[in-house]
């Protein structure tokens, strides 16, 4: 179900603008306060292409539940023609994004709560080999920030970023993914910069780059006794092949880490 509140268009500047865009479904829940297409017209007509000079969108909010297979679903193509009229968007400009995603059950939920979300894309064009340039910054709820670079080939596709995160809570991950009983992670956060390299022929690739862990406290579920402590651990050179289904890290060192039973380290 969609709703616009408000559409308006000036002919005379080839500007489309909707206010309060609502798609609502079982999931996902999208609202967008404003969207302002501006098209180069007599660019387009002269070219023969379809040439937006800038979309600018401000305070969109997605909300999932679950996976993000209903929201993929929502925008399947099988129709694997080429388009009739080639695209070009100079700009594109997100600001004042909100994302909330909760997967996981009842005993370990996992929210994924993102805001103030910034986005870029510069310099698309679905019929050129040039690399289209996007930029990505946003705040989680628990204050940790997310910072990413991207070049992107369509033409053949692939992908070169950098991927910074900085305070990422570790307990909910821990409780979420490794589910082990007997050990609680009670605090700890998480921080590092990757590279971040996609191709048909390599697959994803992953580093090298440097993985920090902050105020680390595990400790005995059952007895609650601190198992270990340590204020930071780094994990230097850390590369991740997917395909190759390996990981490899050059050395891990921390720093003032106290195990229990064992004196400082």
Known sequence: KASIQRLRFNPFHAKLTLRHLD????????????????????????????????IHIVAPSLELSGDAAPFAALFADSDDKPAALPVQIDRLVLEQGRFQQQ??????????????????????????????????????????????????????????????????????????????PALTLNQGTASWRMPITYSDQAGVSIGPGTLRLHNLELTDTEQQTPLLQSPTVELSQVKLDLRGKRADCASISADHARLSGLQDL
């Open 23 to 54: 798609l609502a479904a079982t999931q996902p829940h999208l609202h967008v306060d404003k969207i302002t297409v501006r098209l180069a017209a007599w660019s387009s007509i002269r070219s023969r292409r379809l040439i937006v000079k800038v």
């Open 103 to 180: 997967t996981g059950d009842s005993e370990a939920p996992l929210k994924l709560q993102m805001h103030t979300i910034q986005f870029q894309l510069e310099n698309f064009a679905s019929d050129s080999a040039a690399p289209v340039v996007l930029q990505l910054a946003a705040t989680g709820d628990s204050g940790e920030q997310l910072q990413a670079h991207a070049d992107v080939t369509l033409t053949p596709f692939s992908v070169a970023a950098t991927l910074q995160m900085d305070g990422l809570p570790l307990p909910p991950l821990w409780q979420h993914f490794l589910k082990i």
